[in-house]
């Protein structure tokens, strides 16, 4: 248990670090649900005439392991996850494909 709640305060704190948008009039908010370890960081906004709206990080806590299920980030949720001392086997690409998790370093599933 302590480890899930040390995962989700972790989670949480990547999401709320500040991920200016380049362009437009955008707002960033997070939706957090502990309850099932869902969490996003999504855009919403203009740029110019175009609506914008999006889910910028995806990530799931299932079981012992981090789910990153997106990341639209430059610099890498995983990375940023790795500086607060998450390891690598704590981690998996779940954008990856199934197939192509082995030949990372990070846990397949």
Same mark, same amino acid.
């Given at each position: 248990?302590?480890? $899930?709640?040390? !995962?989700?305060?972790? =989670?949480?704190? #990547?999401?709320?670090?500040?991920?200016? %948008?380049?362009? *437009?009039? &955008?707002?960033?908010?997070?939706? =957090?649900d502990t309850q099932n370890d869902h969490y996003q960081l999504a855009t919403v906004g203009?740029? *110019?005439?175009?609506? #914008?709206?999006?889910?910028? &990080?995806?990530? +799931?806590?299932? *079981? +012992?392991?981090?789910?990153?299920? !997106?990341?639209?980030?430059? #610099? *890498? =949720?995983?990375?940023?996850?790795?500086?607060?001392?998450? %390891? @690598? @086997?704590?981690? #998996? $690409?779940?954008?990856?494909? %199934?197939?192509?998790? @082995?030949?990372?370093?990070?846990?397949?599933?």
């Amino acid at each position: 248990m302590e480890q $899930l709640e040390q !995962y989700r305060q972790l =989670v949480q704190q #990547v999401l709320h670090n500040k991920y200016k %948008p380049s362009y *437009g009039d &955008i707002e960033q908010f997070t939706i =957090v649900d502990t309850q099932n370890d869902h969490y996003q960081l999504a855009t919403v906004g203009w740029d *110019g005439d175009r609506r #914008v709206f999006s889910c910028l &990080i995806h990530i +799931d806590i299932k *079981g +012992d392991k981090i789910w990153i299920q !997106y990341d639209g980030t430059e #610099v *890498g =949720v995983a990375n940023e996850l790795i500086e607060l001392g998450i %390891p @690598k @086997k704590s981690i #998996v $690409l779940g954008f990856h494909d %199934p197939n192509a998790r @082995k030949f990372t370093e990070f846990a397949v599933n």
